[in-house]
């Protein structure tokens, strides 16, 4: 359906390691982002998706079998940081949308939890963009660009500045492959 309605452009997608735990990070401004960018990546992807989202008859369920677990984004949800760490620890790839909502203005201050991730796990952590999808309904044209694998590293535990500096290099670079297809 994407290639069809949204003629679903797909660029960097040698950036994505074939195997091996794996966060995709993306921006975030639709409902249609997370089947987007499912669609276009070359392995599965597990996403948080707010738990309001799986108490809604057939879209509950449908997201759960499609590897969806949720998160409380009302505080720091500990089960799904565990649940997301365990998925990472077997070399599963996790999507995530560091905004941790849609973020149509751009307006939304990023969360860490990308980092944490990273940095508990060693997981590579591709930077993604999706382009479109603000205008899905009038069938506009989305495409989703992948950047080059980012390795979070530090010489010891990381702290609260490492996590915050590594979260505002990665948004860098997500803002910056908006201009392979023009933005959002």
Known sequence: MLRTFW???VAGIEHIPPS???IVACNHVSY????ALGAAATRPLSYMAKRQLFRIPLLGPLISALGAFPVDRSRGDVAAIKAAVGL?????ALGIFPEGTRNLKRDIQPQMGVALLAARTGAAVVPARVCGTAHVRRLARIGVVFGEPLRFQ???KATR???AKWTTELMRRIDAL???????
């Not at 249609?32 to 089947?35: C, G, L, Q, V, Y």
């Not at 990472?88 to 599963?92: T, V």
């Open 178 to 184: 908006g201009e392979t297809f023009g933005g959002n």
């Open 161 to 163: 500045d490492d996590l």
């Open 32 to 35: 249609f982002d997370p089947p």
């Open 88 to 92: 990472l620890s077997k070399g599963a």
């Open 20 to 22: 091996g735990p794996l």
């Open 7 to 9: 003629r679903l452009r």
């Open 154 to 156: 530090t010489a010891g």
